[in-house]
């Protein structure tokens, strides 16, 4: 009589991050490994591993901590501890296939570098209040001081530049700054 399986098929299917990394040299450090799971996404996904301790005194060798870089479907998101080294779905990748590996990752999302103006100026609205409200106070208004000035804030996820060759910012604020009348103080 033939065995038929009944419910979902099992793909836990390997071994676990941390028997893999024992038998390697500095438990393979720099060696990228991927998890059964991530094999459902078209892009890329894997770790490559930064640091492995595992528990030598561990029943099973399945337990450790283990800190990688993590390349999730293209994008790599930093250097990151390994949540999930004891599940029994790791399958170490041969030297000769990580090169491929590598140059997909840089296929899926190429680095590009954004170049935004450093300096953008306010919309119109606010910048109709504005003046308003510093008339009122007879102040002189320029249409320089209604530039503000970008800022970026750099992170792994942000490729962005700023334009330094377009900036008239320094001179801008040195004008605004000038036609504001001083305070007095009473003595």
């Known amino acids: ?24 040299k500095n438990f393979g450090q720099g060696r990228i490994v991927i998890r059964k799971k ?3 996404y078209e892009e890329p996904s894997f770790y ?10 561990a029943k099973g060798y399945n337990k450790g901590v283990a800190f990688g870089e993590k ?3 293209g994008k790599n998101m930093g250097e990151c501890k390994i949540d999930a080294g004891n599940k029994l779905d790791w399958v170490l990748v041969p030297r000769d296939q990580e090169q491929t ?3 997909s990752v ?9 170049v935004v103006p450093a300096a953008v100026p306010i919309p ?9 409200e510093l008339a009122a106070y007879g102040f002189k208004v320029e249409t320089d001081f209604f530039v503000t000035r970008r800022k970026i804030a750099f992170s792994k996820f942000n490729n962005s530049k700023l334009d330094k060759g377009r900036v008239p910012v320094p001179e801008m604020y040195q004008k605004a700054k000038n036609s504001l009348p ?3 103080t009473k003595t």
């Open 182 to 184: 001083t305070q007095e």
């Open 48 to 57: 490559r591993l930064t640091k492995v301790i595992p528990d030598l005194n």
């Open 124 to 132: 119109p609205t606010m910048q109709l209040f504005v003046s308003q």
């Open 1 to 24: 009589m033939p065995v038929v399986n009944v419910g979902r098929e099992s793909f836990f299917h390997g071994k676990s991050l941390y028997q893999i990394a024992r038998k390697l």
């Open 71 to 73: 390349i999730f479907r």
């Open 101 to 103: 590996i590598l140059d």
């Open 106 to 114: 840089k296929k899926v999302y190429p680095e590009t570098v954004k």
């Open 38 to 40: 991530f094999e459902r």
